[in-house]
């Protein structure tokens, strides 16, 4: 199990090397208010001064602590000189020297030995990135420190909790703090490790509030009581280290800082731990083997071990479920260009295949939220073109005075003995005429139906295709092109349709049977004209009454009055009249229902033929002819920088992981139990 700390180290920095860290590894949060002793109880870990100190607010940025336990000098010499002792795969660092030091990642290559070194460059690495003037940072610094005196383990010391803004700081710094702490403590696979003082009451411990919020159990939290020495005379922590007050469930550990007069006199780690034990064995006889810094560097120690073992498992599933995304998304940025012409082939065809797979409802990215392609365009066919055709009233916009015009205008100056037949083609061809308008509508949707299809094959069909921004921008400039070329030509033919319909009013087409029953009443008038002279003259003397007051005009509702009297608006129409109106509209509808139920079956096959076919035919070879040239493939098959960049992200992430996934596997089961 002594692994297990090294190979989360080892992890960390697998994935550091990528500036993100998309796994959420096991490793200790340090919370505490301002100058609870945090700091010291770190350096106390370690038993370095190497901690920036100061009133205020001094841990400005997160600081990201790996203590990695080497052996001594002189036995790390005898591993290098190959004196049959197996290297250590810890000494990650061979030909140090020094007994102890350090390095930071912003610090590549770079070895402090120094320990005062490693504080100026804190500090240093804090201003950069905080200014100068107190301000904080979510921007961790991290630091390893190689030692034979530390046991292994990963802190994060992060800024005190604060509540009143001094210098730069915001006004909502006491809200930026909590906010930074709790993204930190929020991780599950982290351990809590809280430091109240002693000197102040633990119901109020801003550290213990923050750690309830993200561990309601307290599974994950170890408090540490820290300046016991401190406490007002005649009083003791006795029952808050006992759990007695408020209960933890991972322990709590109580530990006596250096003061400040031990900094300033530069007193020794040593002797500070040495006087710690002194005072926990007069005042604490009975809790002093589990008090103190060095059982609490054990303690931690133990934990966070335990606890790796614990989160191993899912953090194996979680690096083996990456993998396979990451790996996924560099399959979909494809490999760099090698062979221009066999890609842009490639790609022309696979457009032009899903382009008419889409048509034709084969396409493997099939939407469910709208209709689209070829089930759009059957729907425009048969829904909206004809229900739109069966909403016109063939009659409309017709009214009898229209009729009976027509009727008058095409008898010129003889009265008209029966119902002109020009008349009827004159009325029925002002309606038919209505129908071009929905038939070039349908084209219009069509068309528009075929350009959407060439953003649904770009975004689902052809991820390759977007790749390559200019080759994208060109194929669907052609496509447009095609389209736009056909479109007028479609247009054209839908109007001649409508036209050959105008041209010849065909009575005697077999569906017509109107005009055989108003043949036959037109010959019973007949008759009853030769037989009924005298009511013929009747009703001729009745139709002239009628003109005379008011109809027979060259203007349609407008008689001349040559008596200077007032013209009726309108006037009831005589029999012989509503007769001759009740023929013509029996049938215009007729023959109207007729023309429209050939307009709604040839319009989509004219749209078909000339637009959708035609496009699906000659779509690859006009891509082809249009864009396999040698002098453009270069130039279309320039990749993205987005695309390039990503790429390389994702294979440096995907190479990262693969590493993780072997640091893990290198753990065998035994060792975790």
């Not at 400040?260 to 083997?289: C, G, W």
């Not at 120690?301 to 990456?322: A, E, F, N, Q, Y």
């Not at 493997?364 to 059957?378: F, K, M, P, V």
Request: with cysteine; glycine share 6%.
């Amino acid at each position: 199990m002594e692994t297990l700390i090294p190979t989360i180290n080892r992890l960390q920095e697998v994935f550091l090397t990528l500036g993100a860290e998309i796994i959420q590894l096991p490793q200790i949060v340090v919370v505490g208010s301002q100058s609870s002793g945090k700091s010291s109880v770190l350096e106390s870990l370690v038993g370095r001064d190497f901690l920036p100190r100061g009133s205020g607010i001094v841990t400005r940025r997160p600081l990201v602590l790996q203590l990695v336990n080497v052996p001594p000098v002189q036995e790390r010499l005898k591993i290098e000189n190959g004196n049959g002792i197996k290297q250590n795969a810890q000494n990650s660092y061979p030909g140090v020297k020094a007994e102890e030091w350090g390095t930071f990642l912003h610090c590549k290559n770079q070895i402090f030995t120094d320990f005062q070194e490693i504080r100026r460059e804190i500090e240093a690495e804090t201003e950069r990135g905080s200014g100068d003037n107190k301000g904080i940072s979510p921007e961790p610094i991290y630091l390893k420190i190689f030692s034979p005196k530390v046991l292994n383990l990963t802190l994060v010391d992060l800024p005190g909790i604060t509540k009143v803004p001094v210098g730069d700081q915001p006004k909502d710094i006491e809200a930026q703090v909590q906010e930074m702490i709790l993204s930190f403590i929020s991780n599950p696979n982290c351990l809590i490790l809280a430091v109240s003082p002693a000197n102040s009451d633990l119901a109020t411990s801003d550290a213990l509030k923050l750690a309830r919020e993200v561990d309601p159990d307290g599974r994950r939290t170890l408090l540490v009581v820290s300046k016991l020495d401190l406490m007002d005379a005649g009083t003791d922590a006795l029952e808050v280290l006992l759990g007695r007050v408020i209960p933890v469930r991972l322990g709590i550990i109580g530990v006596v800082n250096r003061s400040q007069h031990d900094i300033n006199t530069q007193k020794s780690l040593e002797d500070s731990m040495k006087d710690e034990q002194a005072f926990l064995q007069r005042h604490y006889p009975s809790l002093v083997s589990r008090a103190g810094s060095r059982y609490l560097a054990k303690t931690l120690s133990r934990l966070l071990m335990h606890h790796i073992r614990d989160c191993l498992p899912d953090l194996k599933t979680r690096v083996t479920v990456l993998s396979a995304q990451y790996q996924a998304r560099l399959n979909s940025y494809g490999q760099p260009v090698e062979d221009h012409s066999a890609t842009l082939l490639q790609i022309v065809t696979k457009f032009a295949s899903d382009y008419c797979n889409t048509i034709e409802g084969t396409a493997r990215h099939i939407q469910t939220s709208e209709l689209c392609g070829g089930a759009r365009i059957c729907y425009i066919f048969h829904e909206t073109f004809g229900r739109t055709l069966q909403s016109i009233d063939p009659l409309a916009g017709l009214t009898d005075l229209d009729i009976l015009t027509a009727i008058r205008n095409a008898t010129g100056p003889r009265p008209a003995l029966f119902v002109p037949e020009v008349s009827f083609e004159l009325l029925v061809k002002r309606q038919i005429k209505r129908l071009e308008e929905p038939s070039l509508r349908c084209v219009e949707l069509v068309h528009e139906e075929l350009q959407r299809i060439i953003q649904h094959c770009s975004s689902f069909s052809t991820q390759e295709l977007l790749r390559f921004p200019k080759l994208h921008d060109s194929i669907v400039e052609v496509v447009t092109g095609l389209l736009r070329k056909r479109l007028p030509i479609t247009n054209e033919m839908v109007h001649h349709l409508v036209a050959i319909e105008l041209a010849y009013i065909n009575t005697k087409h077999p569906d017509f049977t109107d005009a055989a029953q108003v043949s036959a009443s037109v010959n019973s008038q007949q008759a009853e004209a030769l037989d009924g002279g005298k009511r013929w003259k009747n009703e001729k003397v009745t139709e002239e009454k009628a003109a005379a007051a008011g109809f027979g005009s060259p203007s349609k509702g407008q008689a001349i009055n040559l008596l200077d009297t007032a013209v009726p608006v309108s006037r009831k129409l005589s029999s012989r009249e509503q007769r001759d109106c009740e023929v013509i509209q029996r049938l215009i509808k007729s023959y109207f229902l007729i023309v429209r139920k050939s307009i709604q079956d040839s319009v989509p096959k004219t749209v078909m033929h000339f637009l959708v076919n035609y496009v699906k035919e000659h779509l690859q070879s006009e891509l082809v002819g249009q864009l396999y040239k040698q002098p453009l493939l270069q130039e279309l098959l320039i990749e993205s920088q987005d695309t390039a960049q990503q790429r390389t992200e994702v294979a440096q992430m995907l190479e990262a992981l693969k590493k993780a996934n072997n640091i893990i596997s290198e753990i065998r089961e035994t060792h975790l139990w």
